[in-house]
């Protein structure tokens, strides 16, 4: 699971188990649980009684999962003192405290209610939680004890890992000493107080796995770790987790038997522990091996030191690591009240402050998380993880910054470039249609279309889905002697340009338009009747021997129509590929990229200032 190598959902072994010969889920003062008899919860998921672990002949009174085939123990109460023979007896009395005893005497094991109980039951849960409850009230959740509060090796769905501010009460793992042993070992699993509240595992004093800062989404050092967590810090420090989907088995256990072991910070102060890197320590970005010789040798346990040491009077800055599990936080603070930037200028102004980030990542980042003096078990992520942001000499933030705003110039000016690009060909394409696609008509009938144009107000690749009819002829023509109708179109010569009837979206409106031709997503560029749109397909455009082209419904309304201004011999009405539109460098006085019709200027890049052209000047 999550928690680094010694925590499982499924690590099973085998004990011997009492077989049940009752299936009650409580006893009362006048009942008692003997050896052989076990207490099974009301779902059937867990049951107490007495077992042996391994080879072991000793008895001991233990929570286990009760139906699955191979048992396992979550939870064992005389863990310290088990029982030599099968003498064992668990009994609840009148006041709540609840004795486990030997040949009916000798207490091993007992627990006191801090309450008066009217009718004590001792209760096993579905959830594997044994409590003690008052039998008469109505509510199951008042519990005067539960084992939830003094956990073994295993952390339940439901169980809290932490300390309660208010009692002092700690609950925390500690590992069996052996398979065949259930008494503590020096394993354990726990809340630390010191500086920031984190989960820690520790093998005596020796921390040996963080969590990392808890950031408001998990936990910094485990983003795998994501089954419906809570941590809370008010009135308690403590963790815990729930399921989903109650009908799957999760626990986490602390294995002491575990070979594969090493301690936290194994890449030393200010080191970066990267698992996709040879080797896998790191210095952190602008730090460099203390002892180049040793780290060379993979001794990694004096760390990192600064490439460029700090001045905190003349002007320190910092630099963000991204996705990372954040450092040790004996030496932290945290404040959930500031931002960011307040963070960094808190940061900043204390010359012993190495690092800061957010205290919580959700909802776009609030509260201050800062740390002291070196920064200790850093581990880069590939994702997830969090941002943190490290304290260098002035220098280094500046050559970092300087080298973003290179890549920015230069990436800007690539794409600059290029847009400026498919802009010209779009215009250029744009504008032999507008200009020339219908030469019959007058240039008053293209203005608001031009216009749009010629400012490079339009857009090149913003495409709008129509329903288009399919040609049944490829002409680029008509004479007086023919008509365009519903279904047929015009192409021009080259194939660039299409002229028909559509419906635009999901309208069933019927339009006379130009359209790209030769693009998968057809994209219309000028509309006939925009004004007046035919809501059926006898739409019917054609040109009279006058010149005039109209567009006609059921073959006498006019719908929309043009008068040339003078008299033409031979009317054709004609979709064209040509335009003189050009673009390019113009050497009157200073240098500067230049769009033209004929000798008319349209477009000015402005003047190139060593960075860029200065802006487009519409003129």
């Known amino acids: 699971m999550g928690m680094g190598f010694y925590f499982y959902s499924a690590c099973f072994f085998f004990i011997i188990f009492s077989k049940a010969t009752t299936a009650i889920d409580t006893i009362s003062p006048s009942e008692s649980l003997s050896d052989g008899r076990t207490l099974i919860s009301r779902d059937g998921s867990f049951a107490l009684g007495f077992f042996s672990p391994g080879t072991s002949k000793n008895r001991y009174l233990g929570i286990w999962y009760n139906n699955i085939p191979i048992h396992n123990v979550v939870w064992v109460a005389n863990r310290v003192n088990p029982v030599n023979d099968s003498t064992g007896l668990l009994k609840i009395e009148t006041s709540g405290k609840i004795v486990l005893q030997v040949q009916n005497t000798t207490a091993v094991w007992s627990i006191n209610t801090t309450a008066s109980v009217q009718n004590p039951v001792l209760q096993l849960l579905d959830s594997g939680n044994l409590v003690v409850r008052d039998g008469n009230d109505s509510n199951p959740e008042n519990y005067y004890w539960q084992s939830f509060d003094y956990p073994s090796d295993t952390m339940l769905p439901g169980m809290k890992i932490g300390i309660d501010l208010r009692t002092g009460l700690q609950r925390r793992l500690a590992a069996w000493k052996s398979w065949d042993d259930p008494s503590p070992g020096d394993l354990t699993y726990g809340v630390e107080l010191e500086g920031n509240p984190e989960m820690v595992l520790k093998k005596g004093v020796e921390k040996y796995y963080r969590s990392g800062l808890w950031n408001g989404d998990g936990f910094s050092g485990t983003p795998n770790l994501r089954s419906n967590p809570i941590f809370d810090y008010e009135n308690e420090v403590y963790y815990i987790y729930f399921l989903k989907n109650k009908s799957v088995m999760s626990r986490f256990v602390l294995n002491q038997t575990e070979s594969v072991r090493q301690r936290c910070g194994l890449c030393g102060p200010n080191g970066n522990c990267d698992n996709n890197k040879l080797p896998a320590c790191q210095c952190l970005t602008r730090f460099k091996p203390k002892l180049l010789e040793r780290w060379n040798s993979s001794d990694w346990s004096d760390g990192c030191i600064h490439s460029k040491p700090l001045n905190c009077q003349t002007g320190d800055g910092f630099i ?214 035919i809501n059926d397909s006898t739409g019917l455009l054609k040109i009279e021997t006058s010149g005039k082209v109209v567009l006609q419904v059921q073959n006498t309304t006019a719908v929309w129509s043009t008068n040339t201004t003078t008299s033409v011999q031979n009317p054709v009405l004609q979709l064209l590929n040509s335009g003189d539109l050009t673009y390019g460098v113009e050497l009157q006085a200073n240098p500067e990229m230049v769009l033209r019709e004929g000798s008319k200027k349209y477009y000015r890049s402005g003047l190139w200032n060593g960075n860029g052209f200065s802006g487009g000047t519409k003129l």
């Open 320 to 533: 963000k690591i991204g996705k990372v599990k954040t450092p040790d936080t004996t030496n932290s603070w945290v404040n959930k009240t500031m931002n960011l930037k307040e963070c960094r200028a808190k940061c900043l102004r204390n010359c012993s402050c190495m690092a800061y980030t957010n205290l919580d990542v959700t909802r776009g980042g609030s509260g201050c998380a800062m740390w002291f003096g070196d920064l200790d078990d850093i581990k880069q992520f590939e994702s997830d993880g969090q941002d943190l942001y490290i304290r260098v000499s002035a220098s280094e933030a500046e050559q970092k910054k300087r080298a973003k705003v290179k890549l920015g110039i230069i990436l800007g000016s690539v794409i600059a470039a290029l847009l400026g690009f498919l802009l010209v060909i779009c215009y250029i394409r744009r504008s032999r249609r507008m200009s020339k696609g219908m030469e019959i008509m007058g240039r008053s009938e293209l203005s608001d279309y031009t216009s749009i144009g010629m400012g490079f107000y339009f857009y090149c690749a913003c495409c709008f889905f129509f329903i288009f009819s399919k040609p049944s002829t490829a002409i680029d023509a008509i004479s007086p002697s023919e008509s365009l109708t519903y279904g047929m179109t015009l192409v021009s010569n080259d194939g660039s340009f299409a002229l028909g009837f559509f419906s635009p979206g999901s309208s069933k409106n019927r339009y006379l338009g130009i359209w790209y031709n030769n693009i998968p997503m057809q994209t219309v560029v000028w509309v006939a009747n925009r004004v007046n749109p």
